[in-house]
């Protein structure tokens, strides 16, 4: 009697044993390893990966809030910096995302890609100067104070964003992916697909949509709203990349707006021909550009 | 050993007995009926027409990529595949050699020429309501409009003996008993129509009402029990409630709804998954007076007691976000992965990104569609009404924890309130995507 209980006991505990066993090796599906990219030396050899960090690591951060501040002034722009934007526009509305995404005017390599000299200025700029380029051409407004909190905490943002890759190495990722710059653009096709492929978002009139606050969804693409004349998106073919590679959004399955990929080279080149040389604001100290010559084939002015 | 072999006979005889009563429904459970229909009568074929597409046969009746109505999408079950067949007017593969009373009976009552029952994957319970005069319509439009396509019917994958198909006319006989469409209490005339057509041809029970144990609708018809229409997960969407209620449609106005059917989205929402086809190849081609009778039959469903309102709570979220505070469980998460389209005050943009606030689909008893459409995306139908027709990425590539905290932020956010969604609700649809079905024929999926 007592050794058949302890038979069926130790049976029991076995067979427990087993199914707990069972269970446990049979994977809870999640998510699959997070995507990377290589980190690159010079001479392009991988040395490293990076992964885009998710956001709320920034919590762990010791300048924390500094970095959020940062993120959230890039995001939203106009309303939190009044003063210094003229358009109605966001950083995020060139650089998507809080520039992570490949081939969208990403800022992951920023931080190590400057100082460096620029053709368009003819000299040496740092990133503070960079970034008050974009504000007063993309952004049509007043630069920021370069030692001020503001643009402090948008390099904090960007500093994190690097996470660390070295600063003679790269992420093996581009700012923005390649045009057929050879094509000759046909700005009345442009016209149409703008009809058909951007008019849903950014208005029959280029005028963008705003939200009940006032704020932009989507930004405008021409007016005087709209990025000025010495922006670089106002030149045709970097206008092409950026439409080419990252709009229209939420068009696929995948990648983190579904964007891009839906034009041809030819129907990109020839709906950027078409928004850009739409009515705009002008830049004044345009005469300064480009003092040393070297003026690309599709400067405005 | 007596009792055994009584035991034996008496369940050969019960069996006899199964299928012989079985075998004898065409005659009197579901007679042929006889009357000429001119299959010429060109009004007659194109109201034929419009009333296919009320039915929306196109969408089970053609694979992928296939012929119209020639039939070979699997429809899934537990047991296996049952392909659609072709019924294009062909008279060797398709259906061109039926009279009229043969395609009566396989419409309305799920029984082929040859005396072979029908599976209730052809919604025939539903059709049973739909009008001679509608039947003969489609009828012509049918025999005379449609292209033949010379196409073999694919056989089921069930395997014997649960492929026999006499039980079926049990099943008939239990769960689809013959009726006649009774319009509901109503002075307005277009909830009678609305009503015609939800039991009926668009079939929207098919989807959207519970099923029991064998696979029966719950309710076919609204009858005081709040069933009908209340809700049911089909391949991991949750085909909402859309009963005039709390989490139903207390929230929609009749205008919204129209706006929906017709064109697959509207201010807050838009269509995703089953839906989106429902719209694109059927809902967007009826007319507006049948889509506002839809709409109003469906609002004039009584709401289960204590379900009458839904009202949101207040909103903290939206000054929480745009003052920079991140830090609710999912905030962050929402903030880097979704705002970017669906916005800090959750209203997206209009007709281009559904709202997350006050959108009943997100705040709904189930959560299954909101983590499946966010797991693998969804695409919007394409009707002409729009330009353009806007696809959400997926997230599969986030963690189950980091899913499950932002669904819960999503669906208490805004002024929503519903339960929390946990990390098993995550991996267990993770699972059901990996072993979704493959709703091709063989031959059509190469």
Redesign the interface.
């Known amino acids: 009697m007592r050794k058949s209980f302890l038979i069926a006991g130790v049976a029991l505990i076995a067979m427990a044993g087993s199914a707990a066993g069972w269970v446990a090796t049979r994977a809870?599906?999640?998510?699959?390893p997070?995507?990377s990219f290589a980190v690159l030396d010079a001479e392009k050899n991988e040395v490293g990966r990076y992964v885009v960090p998710?956001?709320?690591d920034?919590?762990a951060q010791p300048n924390a809030d500094e970095i959020?501040?940062g993120k959230?002034l890039l995001?939203d722009t106009a309303r939190l910096l009044p003063d210094n934007v003229g358009a109605a526009m966001n950083c995020?509305s060139c650089h998507?995302?809080?520039g992570k995404i490949d081939a969208a005017n990403g800022y992951i390599n920023t931080v190590n890609f400057y100082p460096r000299v620029m053709p368009r200025a003819g000299k040496e700029v740092d990133l503070e100067t960079r970034i008050n380029g974009c504000f007063q051409r993309s952004m049509n407004g007043r630069p920021l104070d370069r030692e001020g909190r503001e643009m402090k905490a948008m390099i904090a943002y960007m500093e994190w964003l690097r996470q660390g890759v070295a600063k003679e190495h790269r992420v093996d990722i581009v700012n923005a992916g390649p045009v057929d710059e050879s094509l000759i653009p046909d700005p009345d096709n442009g016209k149409a697909i703008y009809?058909?492929?951007c008019?849903?978002?950014h208005g029959v009139n280029g005028e963008g949509?705003r939200?009940?606050?006032g704020d932009i969804?989507?930004p405008p693409l021409w007016g005087d709203e709209s990025f000025n004349i010495g922006a670089g998106l106002a030149r045709t073919y970097k206008a092409a990349q950026f439409v080419k590679w990252a709009m229209?959004?939420?068009?696929?399955?995948?990648?983190?707006?579904?964007q891009g990929g839906v034009l041809t080279d030819q129907e990109a080149v020839d709906v950027s021909e078409y928004f850009t040389h739409m009515p705009r604001p002008d830049f004044a100290p345009k005469v300064n550009d480009w003092p040393n010559g070297n003026k690309p084939k599709d400067a405005r002015y | 050993m007596r009792v055994l072999k009584l035991a034996l006979l008496a369940g050969l005889s019960a069996l006899a007995i199964g299928w012989g009563v079985a075998a004898s429904t065409p005659y009197w459970f579901a007679p042929k009926q006889d009357r000429k229909v001119d299959i010429a009568d060109p009004e007659l074929i194109a109201r034929g027409e419009y009333l296919a597409r009320a039915g929306d046969c196109v969408a089970c009746h053609t694979a992928p990529g296939g012929a119209p109505y020639a039939g070979g999408l699997g429809l899934q079950t537990p047991l296996g595949t049952i392909y659609a067949t072709n019924i294009t007017p062909d008279p060797e593969t398709g259906i061109g050699s039926y009279d009229y009373g043969d395609f009566e009976r396989a419409v309305r009552k799920g029984l082929r020429p040859d005396g072979v029952h029908l599976y209730p994957a052809m919604p025939f319970a539903s059709y049973k309501v739909v009008s001679d005069a509608d039947t003969e319509a489609m009828y012509a439009y049918f025999m005379s409009a449609v292209k033949p396509v010379a196409k073999q019917n694919q056989p089921t994958t069930i395997p014997w003996p649960a492929s026999l198909r006499w039980p079926l006319a049990w099943w008939q006989l239990l769960f689809a008993q013959p009726r006649d469409f009774e319009a509901p209490q109503s002075d307005d005339p277009l909830v009678a129509r609305g009503a015609y057509l939800v039991e009926g041809l668009a079939h929207c029970g098919a989807c959207h009402t519970p099923r029991g144990l064998a696979y029966e609708e719950k309710a076919l018809k609204e009858d005081g029990s709040g069933r009908f229409l209340s809700g049911s997960v089909l391949e991991g969407w949750y085909a909402k409630n859309l009963r005039n209620e709390d989490t139903g449609l207390v929230t929609w106005t009749e205008e919204e709804l129209v706006t929906f059917l017709r064109t697959g989205r509207n201010k807050r929402t838009a269509a995703f998954g089953s839906m989106s086809d429902v719209v694109e190849h059927s809902l967007q081609y009826l007319g507006d007076d049948d889509l506002t009778a839809i709409a109003r039959y469906l609002k004039s469903l009584p709401p289960r007691p204590g379900r009458e309102q839904w009202r949101p709570k207040e909103d903290v979220t939206t000054a929480a976000l745009r003052g920079g505070d991140f830090s609710a469980p999912g905030a962050m998460t929402y903030i880097e992965h979704c705002t970017a389209c669906h916005r800090l005050d959750g209203k997206g943009a209009p007709e281009v990104y559904p709202a997350l606030a006050g959108n009943s689909m997100v705040f709904a008893d189930d959560p299954s569609s909101l983590i499946q459409v966010t797991l693998a995306g969804g695409r919007m139908p394409s009707t002409p009404g729009h330009s353009m027709a806007f696809t959400m990425p997926g997230f599969a590539h986030l963690s189950n924890a980091d899913l499950a905290e932002l669904m819960t932020f999503i669906r208490n956010g805004w002024g929503n309130h519903a339960s929390a969604v946990t990390e098993a609700d995550i991996a267990r649809m993770r699972k059901e995507i990996a072993h979704k079905p493959v709703h091709y024929a063989p031959e059509a999926a190469q």
């Open positions: 809870v599906p999640d998510a699959p997070a995507a998710a956001d709320k920034i919590f959020i501040y959230r995001a995020n998507l995302l809080d009809a058909q492929k008019a849903a978002c949509m939200d009940q606050f969804i989507f229209p959004p939420a068009m696929h399955l995948d990648g983190q707006l579904g």
